[in-house]
């Protein structure tokens, strides 16, 4: 299994297709027209896609198994981030250096939260590399939001918030400290010992 950055047209096709086939046909996101983040299906040769109005504004990953593309991911370079259409950002957070992560997706099956915890531990190498100051989440809260503070990130308190006021359960900002090293370390080889590397 191998995280590579996605570039070409067709590769982020591609991604937008499982972007859909995960969060609209598994998770059942109700998209409603008029949303802060202009998220909406569109027909392609892949398939349904899910696009949005940051898609060309994004950096994108996916992970592969034997060349099938397995889940993906963006991040989106500050000060145009998709997070600020739902709520603001501490005023920390907005005069680092930071990247938003989301649109995280896996295709569901055996190996799943494996591909995840490998994916996105190469994008948190990939962002400490690039020298990024925190990589900053609009996070679900308990679940899956309390399994990323295990692994670090940190919970913003004030400002929760809801992509949608169906939510049953609020979002909340959290941010990985990629200057914090005892943090940062700890979280490599956490995911190091589960992905045995």
Known sequence: ???????????INLAKTLLYRVYVE?????IKPGNPSNIRPVESEFGTMLEDSFVDRSQWFGIEHDGILMGVCRIMHSPNVELEQFTSLPAGIKQSNFVELNRVAIEPGEGAERYMLKMIYDVVRYC?????????MGVNFPNPGE???KLGLQKVEEGSFR????????SHVAFFDLKDNTTKQRFFSICEQLLQL
Not at 1 to 11: E, F, H, N, P
């Open 1 to 11: 299994m191998i995280t590579r950055q996605l570039v070409t047209a067709k590769q």
């Open 26 to 30: 598994k998770m059942r996101w109700n």
């Open 128 to 136: 400490d590399d690039n020298n990024f100051d925190k990589i900053v």
């Open 147 to 149: 399994n990323y503070v």
């Open 163 to 170: 992509y949608d006021e169906a939510e049953m359960n609020q």
